[in-house]
């Protein structure tokens, strides 16, 4: 139908098309249409299927009514027919006999067969059937290729538009039958096909009218169902994956409302969408629900292990005080700072469980005791070099995730940077608060290494993401969500030594510059 425009306008000029072009491409045009009205009446209701099929095949046999006209119009100016003309003009005769005899009359029933036997029982009809008659046998004679028409052009004509008439009138009945018995989910395009199929028996531009509206109707529907979906796509469902990785409890029902756009091949689409939408949150959720299970597991595990780790430590203080035997001493001191990595290690889980550590402190602690504390929770704290003069002091809410963090850096940079090389520590003051620098002189790492974790380090991670994660990094997780929780901004790069350089700035309204207590 999109191409009638194309075709009308080749019509108007006549060098650009003959005649039989013309009528063979709204033939084509109409057989479309026929086509089109026989898939949509396909529905799940027997009856009304039974009830279409005689209907398509009226439809059918007024279509090759008229293109018998067509070609009888066409060979009338001349009076004569070639002898393609006369077969294909034979075909359509016989193909609408054995439609209307064999198809129609035995498939129709009420008062759709009566009226189709008053039709084929009028003298319009036996006047249409005469002249058929005499076009066919004007072959039987001589064997020139030219047919002579009969002169019976007027009674073709008079007997012709009364059966079209008929036919047509005929047609919308049944349609109208056929559109009552219907339902909703088939109403519109059952409209639309009937409308189509009989306006193209009435005329051509109600026919390209009837196929505006068509593509009007789809395009508006298409374009509502794609700004659904992508509000679905781009706002809600990522709304729920927010509010589940928060913690909230989401209704599925409430969270995928379904795109209702009927039951037609469009609704369909829509419904396969609600399908995958709601089996997207329902296993959205129950991962969540997994996650939390496993959380919650974790930090019962952690939880248990820290008050063994607590009573341990308070032990090996105990002891340290008792004795003061060197030897001794350094082995408690030994065994003091590999129960700090356990605590550490403990810590992480909880962490990792969305929790926080139960270390606090009521008083502010001074900045040289927040990092002796952070290297003494490390394995290798005798390779760790401290500098740092500054008399300031961190808040009590920030002491035990500030002295985790950094223990975390200076861990991981002992482990990347070979024995017997330092790994150097420095504090100072600067514009933006409290600057704490780690380095490190192993390898170092490649510049997309570098972005990547920095990247990592800039936002707080959820748990999927140690659980995804490749080359599992369970310290910059803990680091990341340690610096995102208190404001601190943790940057990783290249150190001139060749290894790496961590960078934690500690901002202002955490810093405190008066006098502070222990970090023990």
Not at 6 to 17: A, E, F, G, H
Request: aromatic share 4%.
């Amino acid at each position: 139908v999109g191409s009638l425009e194309y075709y009308r306008n080749q019509v108007d000029d006549p060098s650009d098309i003959t005649a039989e072009q013309a009528l063979d491409q709204y033939t084509a045009i109409v057989d479309d249409q026929i086509h089109a009205f026989q898939e949509l009446s396909q529905v799940d209701d027997g009856d009304l299927t039974s009830q279409a099929g005689p209907l398509v095949a009226l439809e059918h046999a007024a279509e090759l009514a008229s293109q018998e006209d067509a070609q009888l119009t066409l060979a009338w100016p001349a009076g004569r027919m070639d002898e393609e003309q006369w077969s294909r003009f034979a075909q359509l005769v016989h193909t609408r006999r054995w439609l209307v005899q064999d198809q129609i009359l035995p498939s129709l029933t009420g008062s759709a067969k009566t009226q189709t036997e008053r039709i084929l029982a009028s003298s319009e009809w036996k006047s249409m059937q005469d002249v058929e008659d005499q076009v066919l046998e004007a072959r039987s004679g001589g064997g020139d290729d030219r047919i002579d028409l009969p002169d019976a052009r007027q009674r073709w004509i008079t007997a012709f538009d009364e059966i079209r008439t008929q036919y047509g009138q005929l047609i919308r009945q049944q349609t109208d039958g056929l559109l009552d018995r219907s339902a909703e989910e088939a109403r519109g395009l059952l409209i639309t096909a009937a409308s189509l199929s009989a306006g193209g028996l009435i005329a051509l531009l109600l026919c390209i009218v009837m196929s505006w509206r068509i593509t009007r109707s789809l395009s508006r529907r298409l374009r509502g169902l794609r700004l659904a979906t992508l509000s679905l796509a781009e706002e809600r469902l990522p709304d729920v994956v927010a509010r589940l990785e928060r913690g909230e409890t989401v209704d599925v029902e409430s969270a995928t409302p379904p795109l209702d756009y009927g039951r037609d091949e469009l609704g369909q689409v829509a419904q396969a969408f609600n399908a995958a939408q709601r089996t997207a949150v329902h296993t959205a959720v129950e991962l969540a629900d997994t996650r939390r299970g496993f959380q919650k597991v974790i930090l019962g595990i952690a939880r248990q292990s820290q008050n063994l780790v607590n009573m341990q430590l308070g032990k090996l203080d105990a002891l340290e005080r008792e004795h003061t035997d060197p030897e001794i001493l350094k082995g408690l001191y030994e065994l003091d700072s590999t129960a700090s990595q356990l605590r550490r290690y403990e810590e992480n889980l909880v962490i990792i469980s969305g929790e926080q550590p139960r270390r606090t402190w009521r008083e502010p602690v001074s900045l040289v005791d927040i990092l002796r504390s952070a290297v003494g929770e490390v394995a290798e704290y005798q390779r760790v070099e401290l500098h740092a003069d500054e008399e300031v002091a961190l808040a009590p809410p920030a002491v035990a995730d500030v002295i985790h963090l950094l223990a975390e850096l200076i861990d991981n940079a002992t482990a990347y940077s070979p024995a017997p090389n330092p790994v150097g520590v420095r504090a100072a003051l600067v514009a933006k608060g409290l600057a704490v620098e780690i380095e490190d002189r192993g390898l170092g790492l490649s510049e997309e290494d570098y972005a990547s974790f920095n990247a990592q380090l800039a936002v707080a991670p959820q748990f999927d993401v140690v659980a995804l994660a490749d080359d599992l990094r369970l310290g910059m997780f803990v680091v990341a969500r340690l610096a995102h929780r208190h404001g601190i901004t943790v940057t990783l790069r290249p150190s001139p030594y060749g290894g790496t350089t961590a960078i934690v700035l500690i901002p202002h309204d955490i810093v405190v510059r008066e006098p502070a207590g222990g970090a023990d």
